[in-house]
């Protein structure tokens, strides 16, 4: 199983990006999903969380201005960036559970990463 994470960039302020996490290889389906992130010289942050139903959360410096989102079929995890301020800058990674069989156990897997830069 592989999680390839992109959409990253360099945006001005108050831009948007739309980051995808694409599950490849053996995959069955796909379970909760979470977009975390790292700021030079800053411990790994959770920026949003989806579950299998759809029910999601937030940090409170994203609400209002980041969602997260999933298309099963796809067995792809998203997130809206908007309003994007240079506080955002940081390297987003993808969390997902994936099930690689219907009967197995499914296991969290992380994508590399893909680098967000907000210039002002």
């Known amino acids: 199983v592989q999680l390839q994470a992109s959409g990253g960039g360099l945006v001005q302020a108050g831009g948007s990006l739309r980051l995808s996490c694409a599950a490849s290889g053996s995959v069955f389906s796909i379970g909760g999903a979470a977009w975390y992130r790292r700021a030079p010289g800053e411990q790994r942050d959770m920026v949003a969380t989806?579950?299998?139903?759809?029910?999601?959360n937030y940090a409170d410096s994203v609400k209002g201005r980041f969602t997260i989102s999933r298309d099963n079929a796809k067995n792809t995890v998203y997130l809206q960036m908007n309003n994007l301020k240079p506080e955002d800058t940081a390297v987003y990674y993808c969390?997902?559970?994936?099930?690689?069989?219907?009967?197995?156990?499914?296991?969290?897997?992380w994508g590399r990463g893909t680098q967000v830069t907000v210039s002002s």
């Open positions: 969390d997902v559970n994936v099930r690689s069989r219907p009967v197995s156990q499914a296991y969290n897997y």
């Open positions: 989806i579950t299998t139903e759809g029910r999601t």
